[in-house]
């Protein structure tokens, strides 16, 4: 085998490689062995947080629904038996204490897809204190959209890249008979 054929063949099973080893890829929560996921961890839901010296507070919206999880930011005890009112977007909510130690309430309308400050006040017993945060939505479907796009894109190169070897290879005996064709040529015209 000549140099030209070698180099190829490892070109082809370079590409070969490389495109099953990232097809392989196993991305967070794939890896080897039985995980158990958590309530918690399987929430995709745009997430605020907010703190103050005495509470800890983390929220999720979906649609109308705002579901929230407060904690003594000092012990890291969940709070429970306090009177929440939330405000976002001009809308103030009141929310009431759900089975799983969160509070949940309902808005009138739902936030979009914005940037939103967010106030709490939170009454306890003896204790006021208001929590100010920020909602940062996050935009799942423009996410899905760009991976797809990227990977059809990725398909197309590499399927291009591909052909281009195989046409290359089959004209391999073409462009050798006339490349000797010219190296005689040549030596027969000294």
């Known amino acids: 085998m000549n140099s030209i054929t070698k180099n190829l063949i490892r070109l082809c099973s370079s ?10 890829y196993a991305g967070p929560g794939h890896d080897h062995g039985e995980e158990k996921t958590s309530a918690q961890s399987a929430i995709i839901k745009p997430k605020f947080y907010m703190e103050s010296e005495l509470y800890e507070v983390v929220g999720t919206i979906d649609g109308k629904n705002i579901v929230i999880f407060i904690d003594d930011y000092v012990t890291n005890r969940k709070v ?3 009177e929440l009112t939330l405000n976002i977007d001009d809308q103030t909510v009141k929310l009431v204490k ?3 130690d969160t509070y949940q309430g309902n808005l009138s309308n739902p936030v979009g897809k914005k940037s ?3 106030t709490l006040a939170i009454k306890d ?3 006021d ?4 945060g920020t909602y940062e939505p996050t935009d799942q479907d423009a996410l899905k ?4 796009w990227y990977w059809s894109l990725w398909l197309i190169t590499m399927v291009t890249i591909i052909a281009i070897l195989f046409i290359g290879f089959r004209k391999k ?18």
């Open 98 to 100: 759900a089975e799983n």
């Open 125 to 127: 017993k003896d204790v």
């Open 116 to 118: 939103l400050s967010i």
């Open 173 to 190: 005996q073409r462009l050798i008979s006339a490349y000797k064709k010219l190296i005689i040529f040549i030596k027969e015209r000294k």
């Open 80 to 82: 429970s038996e306090v």
């Open 129 to 132: 204190d208001i929590l100010v």
């Open 145 to 148: 959209t760009f991976k797809w």
């Open 15 to 24: 590409l070969i490689f490389l495109t099953i080893g990232s097809l392989a």
